[in-house]
């Protein structure tokens, strides 16, 4: 076999190396002098790496789902060049399966007293905090025999944000907005509090909005039209406690609720109401308040992207009490929660008075789409316990919405990719009944 390269090197100065040279090869069969020489030159040859000076910049926050680059600047102070391989480590969840060795590992050359900058690009799997590892450098003489090695640590963080999928449904939710405020052509009045104007009566008018006064003017029949109040308060309270952490798919229930949060303080904003959140289980997980209606999205995006479901079980007490002292004036409080019998029965039904005497109550809650296929199994012995296991489960959810129903709350019950939409037409039906 035909030798190149290092691999030739050796073989002159008298060293018969196993295969071809690689970094991480340490044994050599046999050594000489001339040998040994070349190793040590090699060496002293390399440029010092302990004090190399590393700076990062870039990214610092990116969408799940997203890349971000991080640039990580290499000075090289000594009298030497830097001929190196570095890698920049990251938590594995700062790329997609298989794709790390790739994304992480540099070869680059630094002359002296100059600097070079390389780019390491994340793409990462889950939402949170992803902080810079070290940062390992392995500096080689011209020779390629030996190698100086270091480590440093150079401090970043990106901050991985919900994906908010649910942003493409906005564009139609506003369009509906704008027609209860009366700003398009098709004229869609709700019955808010807050007077429009008058127009003539056609049939099918509520003949409680007859302004009598004004049909005494004229000669036809007057009739008072309403726009949705603006400057509303709502309250979104996400249930970080155990129930979140179901998986329903591939995320937990709590990332469907963010998303549905996110949409509805989108649309919200828009319509001039105020928008805070409260996440919550046995303690205040985040809290967003008196934020303008321009830095509400941002707000509450910084505040969900490191909160995870916490594994225990939801003390509706104290987040009744808190949701109260968050909320101090009529509100719409959204509750973003699970729909379970035992949870609602035995937690949120004796405390829910107190919300509802003072607040309107919506509760969302996330429906796994397996369940419903569940219901429509057929074919088999197997299939047809499936699907009698399926409906008893929807039943009982049945049963606790209308229980909840009962007590004057609004409920929406829909899966993961529903949900962010329909919690969204629940709030404009408020506010076209004059609800909010």
């Given at each position: 076999?035909?030798?190149t390269g290092?691999?030739a090197?050796?073989a002159a100065?008298?060293?018969i190396p ?14 000489n002098?001339p ?8 060496f002293?040859?390399a440029?010092?790496v302990?004090h190399?000076?590393?700076t ?8 799940l789902?997203e890349?971000?680059d991080?640039t990580?600047?290499v000075?090289?102070?000594?009298r030497r ?8 480590a ?11 060795v ?5 070869r ?7 600097r ?16 810079a ?7 080689y ?17 990106v ?7 649910s942003r ?13 405020d009366?700003?398009?052509s098709v004229?869609t009045?709700g019955e808010?509090?807050?007077f429009d104007?008058l127009?003539e009566?056609v049939p ?9 006064r004004?049909?005494a ?8 039209t309403?726009?949705?109040e603006?400057?509303?308060h ?15 798919g ?11 949060a996110l949409?509805l ?5 828009r319509?001039?109401?105020?928008v805070d959140?409260?996440?919550y289980?046995?303690?205040v ?23 995870e479901?916490?594994l225990?079980e939801?003390?509706?007490r104290?987040?009744?009490?808190t949701?109260l002292?968050?909320a101090?004036?009529t ?5 973003l929660?699970?729909?379970d019998?035992?949870?609602?029965e035995q937690g949120?039904?004796?405390?829910l008075p ?5 607040h309107?109550?919506?509760?969302a809650?996330?429906?796994d789409p ?5 219901a ?5 012995t197997e299939?047809?316990?499936e ?9 009982e ?14 409920v929406v019950?829909?899966?993961?990719d ?9 709030y ?8 909010l």
């Amino acid at each position: 076999m035909a030798l190149t390269g290092r691999a030739a090197l050796l073989a002159a100065l008298g060293s018969i190396p196993v295969g071809v040279w690689e970094p991480g090869w340490t044994g050599i069969l046999a050594v000489n002098a001339p040998l040994a020489l070349a190793c040590a030159c090699d060496f002293a040859l390399a440029a010092p790496v302990r004090h190399l000076v590393l700076t990062r910049s870039g990214d610092s926050s990116v969408r799940l789902g997203e890349t971000a680059d991080v640039t990580l600047t290499v000075s090289n102070p000594s009298r030497r060049p830097l001929r190196a391989r570095l890698r920049d480590a990251w938590p594995p969840s700062s790329w997609q399966p298989g794709t790390e060795v790739e994304a992480s590992r540099h070869r680059l050359t630094v002359p002296a007293g100059e600097r070079r900058r390389v780019t390491t690009r994340l793409k990462p799997t889950r939402r949170g905090d992803r902080q810079a590892d070290r940062v390992t450098v392995r500096s080689y003489g011209p020779l390629g025999l030996f190698a100086r090695q270091s480590a440093h640590r150079v401090p970043w963080t990106v901050r991985v944000l919900p994906p908010f999928t649910s942003r493409k449904h906005l564009p139609s939710k506003l369009a509906r907005l704008r027609e209860l405020d009366g700003r398009t052509s098709v004229l869609t009045r709700g019955e808010g509090t807050e007077f429009d104007s008058l127009r003539e009566y056609v049939p099918g008018d509520d003949t409680r909005s007859i302004d009598w006064r004004a049909t005494a003017r004229q000669s036809t029949v007057a009739v008072r039209t309403w726009r949705p109040e603006r400057d509303r308060h709502i309250l979104l309270v996400l249930d970080t406690g155990r129930t979140s952490a179901g998986r329903v798919g591939d995320a937990p229930r709590l990332d469907a609720s963010m998303d549905a949060a996110l949409l509805l303080a989108a649309l919200a904003s828009r319509a001039g109401d105020r928008v805070d959140l409260l996440a919550y289980d046995r303690r205040v997980r985040a809290l967003v308040q008196g934020r303008a209606a321009g830095d509400v999205l941002p707000s509450l995006v910084n505040a969900l992207a490191t909160l995870e479901p916490e594994l225990v079980e939801t003390d509706a007490r104290g987040l009744t009490a808190t949701a109260l002292r968050t909320a101090p004036r009529t509100s719409l409080i959204v509750l973003l929660t699970a729909l379970d019998a035992a949870p609602v029965e035995q937690g949120l039904l004796p405390v829910l008075p107190q919300l509802s005497q003072r607040h309107t109550v919506l509760l969302a809650s996330v429906a796994d789409p397996h369940i419903a296929r569940m219901a429509t199994a057929r074919g088999s012995t197997e299939a047809v316990y499936e699907a009698a296991a399926g409906a008893q489960a929807q039943a009982e959810r049945h049963r606790t919405a209308e229980q909840l129903r009962r007590h004057g709350v609004t409920v929406v019950d829909a899966t993961p990719d529903e949900l962010a939409p329909a919690l969204a037409d629940a709030y404009l039906a408020l506010k076209a009944a004059g609800r909010l």
